[in-house]
């Protein structure tokens, strides 16, 4: 059981820098480019986050 945990821990804290990274370059996009595409990527990294807190209850409700 402990197991199982860590290794989800590992394997959701990919989907945490994956969804930081996203917003970073919406954030990059936004100050380089034009603002409309840097918020569309921070509005998908928002997204990828969102989906990462679905799946951390799922896993804790499974888990508990």
Excluded at 25 to 45: D, E, H, N, R
Aim: hydrophobic share 60%.
């Amino acid at each position: 059981q402990t197991e199982e945990f860590e290794i989800m821990k590992i394997v959701l804290d990919k989907f945490l820098w994956l969804g930081f990274a996203i917003m970073a370059f919406g954030l990059y996009s936004a100050f380089t480019g034009t603002v409309s595409i840097g918020f569309t990527w921070m509005i998908v990294g928002a997204i990828v986050l969102i989906l990462f807190m679905i799946l951390i209850v799922k896993e804790y409700e499974i888990i508990r």
